[in-house]
């Protein structure tokens, strides 16, 4: 992974740490993984990882857990 996504990354982990739902950081997620995938750039593994996360964490919420 070059320094540039390993940059925009943190910087996205510092966004998510901002956000209390876990909905609106999905989506931030999403929308990194679209541009990556836009440009024909491979999605790194950490967004990927991400991605999952909040997922589970969305769907952990909507259960009222």
Do not use: K
Not at 28 to 54: C, H, K
């Amino acid at each position: 992974m070059s320094e540039q996504m390993q940059s925009e990354i943190a910087q996205l982990s510092g966004q998510l740490d901002q956000i209390d739902d876990p909905r609106e950081g999905y989506a931030l997620v999403q929308e990194r993984i679209r541009t990556y995938r836009n440009m024909g750039d491979q999605v790194p593994d950490a967004l990927s990882l991400m991605e999952r996360a909040l997922f589970r964490d969305c769907l952990a919420q909507s259960q009222g857990r």
